[in-house]
């Protein structure tokens, strides 16, 4: 999975900032964080006082599989997206191929399941096939584009596990509930359960965020990891 920060316009400041003008007014301004100010982050978190967060940008550029892309685009508040279309270029032979050690296994029922490892021949089984139907899948593809087929026709037999690449641009609050549904940890108020491909997309996004923004990162963790 690949995950860049293009751009960005968001730091711990512009919380503060945004947060102020309720009690100060146009006397607000702008300044470098401070420990008074990290507390009242912390306080905005605590209480879910949420706007002041959405007055940050991110944009992200992210390769990853089809299905990965799909499960993103739920999240539709507070984000925007761009993705490359095979209806206008050929897409290239990169699939997605689940490493030794991904849990292949669900074990119990909706809603209250986990994941084991699985055997050794589950784990063949899974990587051969995966890889012997998208390398056939993708000849097909090929061959379709030879005879001058429409690429938006010829794409139709290509599976999931195919790699697309998309634009991702999001505010603080929005990647906040994003990682909060996204990724597991023992700081969470609430359990969630993502598939791990998106997982490991989610933890490249939140190595940005607690970078760009830490004190914000901080009371997002020291609050239960919940979205104000």
Request: with cysteine; hydrophobic share 40%.
């Amino acid at each position: 999975m690949t995950v860049h920060l293009i751009k960005h316009a968001a730091e711990d400041a512009d919380v503060a900032f945004a947060a102020r003008v309720s009690t100060l007014g146009g006397e607000t301004r702008f300044n470098e964080v401070s420990d008074k100010d990290s507390g009242l982050i912390n306080y905005l978190m605590r209480d879910r006082h949420g706007s002041p967060f959405e007055h940050t940008s991110f944009t992200f550029y992210i390769e990853a599989p089809i299905f990965v892309a799909r499960e993103f685009m739920r999240h539709r508040t507070g984000w925007s997206y761009n993705e490359e279309s095979a209806r206008y270029k050929e897409l290239e032979p990169v699939f997605y191929v689940p490493e030794d050690g991904r849990p292949l296994r669900q074990v119990g029922k909706p809603g209250a399941y986990s994941f084991e490892l699985g055997t050794y021949k589950q784990f063949m089984c899974v990587s051969g096939d995966i890889r012997r139907v998208s390398s056939e899948a993708y000849s097909t593809y090929k061959r379709l584009l030879d005879l001058e087929v429409a690429r938006e026709v010829a794409r139709m037999v290509l599976p999931v596990n195919i790699y697309t690449s998309f634009y991702a641009t999001c505010n603080a609050r929005s990647l906040m509930h994003f990682l909060g549904l996204r990724t597991k940890s023992d700081a969470a108020k609430f359990p969630s359960f993502p598939q791990r491909e998106i997982e490991m997309v989610a933890e490249q996004m939140e190595d940005h965020f607690s970078f760009q923004m830490p004190h914000t990162w901080v009371a997002f963790q020291n609050n239960g990891r919940v979205a104000p």
